[in-house]
């Protein structure tokens, strides 16, 4: 099990950027599979984008693709989500989550499939 904490959120404008990093402790940082989720009131859990540490293959989900990139720092244990080209539909909570790998990290980015989870942190995006 992990701890995981996320900072980076807050307000900008339409077409602006953002940079969402998680700050992971507790175990070995590339023994593990992370993803960004994200969850507005009252809709699922949304996955936003995912890697494999120890591979650094990535994958992304259908809102996240040509906008939004996931990348690591494994030296510090930390995951990143740079958001560009922010839109007003991107208004939500976003979390870190982790799951530690068996030797293959799923790609479908579903909520089920991660163990750990942050408290999140929240964009918003004015239009």
């Known amino acids: 099990q992990v701890q995981l904490v996320e900072s980076g959120g807050g307000s900008v404008q339409a077409g602006g950027s953002l940079r969402l990093s998680c700050a992971v402790s507790g175990d070995t940082f590339s023994r593990y599979c992370m993803a960004w989720f994200r969850q507005a009131p009252g809709k699922e859990r949304e996955g936003v984008a995912g890697?494999?540490?120890?591979?650094?293959?990535?994958y992304y989900g259908d809102t996240a693709k040509g906008r939004f990139t996931i990348s690591q720092d494994n030296a510090n244990s930390t995951l990143y989500l740079q958001m560009n080209s922010l839109k007003p539909e991107d208004t939500d909570m976003y979390y870190c989550?982790?799951?530690?790998?068996?030797?293959?990290?799923?790609?479908?980015?579903?909520?089920?499939?991660?163990?750990?989870w942050g408290q999140g942190t929240q964009v918003t995006v004015s239009s």
């Open positions: 890697m494999d540490i120890n591979s650094g293959r990535t």
């Open positions: 989550a982790a799951e530690r790998s068996a030797g293959y990290c799923w790609t479908t980015l579903r909520r089920y499939e991660y163990m750990d």
